[in-house]
């Protein structure tokens, strides 16, 4: 049931006589409360098209990208803890990248177990 229909019925309940007016006060508190936060969230989520993280994210890759042209042929501890915000590791073993613009890259280990 939505919550303005709830205030409603509330009202009308208490206008019967069947609900106390302190505790109709309570409730209808309550759910304007609730009604508030609601549009809130709403607000929030009409305002900002959800994209901001993966923006921002991008927007820091290309800037480490920039600084950091050159072709890399070892590991760097420092970009890769600027660059990748989480490993996944699946059920079939592959490893998942999960970079700071919320962008996964899967590598996808070899079942063979080496050369044929």
């Known amino acids: 049931m939505e919550l303005t229909e709830q205030s409603h019925i ?3 309940v208490v206008q019967k006589g069947y609900l106390d ?4 006060i309570q409730k209808q508190n309550a759910l304007n409360v609730e009604i508030e ?3 809130k ?3 929030s989520l009409l305002d900002n098209n959800g994209f901001e993280t993966e923006i921002a994210g991008t927007e820091r890759l290309l800037e480490i990208i920039k600084y950091n042209p050159e ?3 070892a590991y760097d501890e420092n ?3 600027h660059t990748v915000s989480k490993v996944l590791i699946g059920n079939s073993g592959e490893i998942t990248f999960r970079l700071i613009n919320n ?3 899967t590598e996808y280990a070899d079942k063979g177990g080496g050369k044929a």
Request: glycine share 0%.
């Open 79 to 81: 970009l890769f803890l």
């Open 41 to 43: 969230k709403r607000n």
């Open 71 to 73: 072709i890399m042929d």
């Open 10 to 12: 509330l009202s009308q």
């Open 103 to 105: 962008l996964e890259l």
């Open 21 to 24: 007016s302190a505790v109709f």
């Open 37 to 39: 936060e609601i549009k």
